[in-house]
């Protein structure tokens, strides 16, 4: 595949975690791609002493012209507002695609902008750490994860083809589905667990006294659950701002889990509720 990538430019619209993890994933299986990076707070000038991009520009017009590919990965407001620019810069044939965490807002904005000539295709991997910025990525850090992609696979785009089979060799695992579909299911598989992190942290915090209990007696099964606690709000800001209904309706479901839980603390009917999670566990640790 290597010698047939159909991509000669990659423009990285957003050199942190996701993007420079990206360009270091296409780097090693495609070594003739040329990558220029664009941040606007230099970022993409630390990637570029990295290696992780060819160039770095704080101009995101010059960045996307002449690029094959333009790979979105800002904030979604960010890359919302982008939108217009990168539509207006990018040559008739470009592939143009986002790594944002909701789907339906920025799908939305971005038929007005593509009406034809650059293809704009929405898609999300769920892949990430709780460390942000160029400094943290990884080549490795979307192998095993899903990769939603907002299309079907009967679509005929030889463009769309060619990205699946990047995402394929990056070691991601494709899921197709459409934006609204798509905002729901992270909603529950992501964004709830990260609130759930949240509320974990201040409860812990609040009942923690001046003795340091019970924080002090916390072991490793507390510091696995609070894991996603070290993910930064600016980082989640617009994903709550874009995907509140989803959200809200999670959170009442795990309202209702917990006054289950609550209810039947001293019933047999709560082992039914750790047989199932169990049986959820081991789903999650086959491989896949």
């Not at 750490?129 to 005929?156: C, I, N, W």
């Not at 463009?159 to 990047?166: G, L, M, N, P």
Request: net charge neutral.
């Amino acid at each position: 595949m290597a010698s047939t990538v159909p991509f000669s430019r990659v423009a990285i619209i957003g050199t942190g975690l996701i993007g420079g993890s990206f360009a270091l994933a296409l780097r090693q299986l495609f070594p003739s791609v040329s990558f220029v990076g664009y941040s606007r707070g230099g970022s993409s000038e630390r990637a570029r002493a990295a290696g992780v991009v060819d160039e770095a520009t704080p101009d995101m017009a010059a960045a996307v012209r002449g690029a094959d590919l333009v790979y979105i990965a800002l904030p979604i407001g960010a890359s919302i507002e982008s939108l217009g620019a990168i539509a207006k810069s990018a040559g008739p044939n470009a592939f143009v695609t986002d790594a944002c965490s909701t789907k339906a807002v920025i799908c939305r904005a971005a038929k007005n902008h593509f009406r034809g000539g650059a293809r704009f295709f929405g898609a999300h991997p769920m892949a990430g750490k709780e460390q942000s910025g160029v400094e943290h990525a990884d080549a490795k850090l979307f192998r095993g994860a899903p990769y939603a992609l907002m299309a079907t696979e009967a679509d005929a785009d030889p463009r769309v083809k060619a990205f699946v089979e990047i995402v394929r060799a990056i070691g991601a695992r494709p899921i197709w589905s459409d934006p609204e579909t798509h905002d729901w299911a992270v909603g529950i598989v992501s964004h709830l667990p990260q609130l759930l992190s949240v509320a974990l942290a201040r409860v812990v915090q609040d009942e923690t006294d001046e003795t340091g209990l019970p924080l002090a007696l916390s072991g490793s099964g507390l510091q696995d659950m609070l894991r996603l606690a070290g993910s930064p709000y600016d980082i989640w800001r617009d994903i709550l701002l874009t995907n509140t209904d989803n959200i809200s309706r999670a959170l009442d479901r795990l309202a209702q889990a917990v006054d289950f839980l609550r209810t039947n603390l001293a019933s047999k009917e709560i082992r039914q509720e750790f047989q199932a999670a169990n049986d959820l566990y081991k789903q999650l640790r086959k491989p896949s």
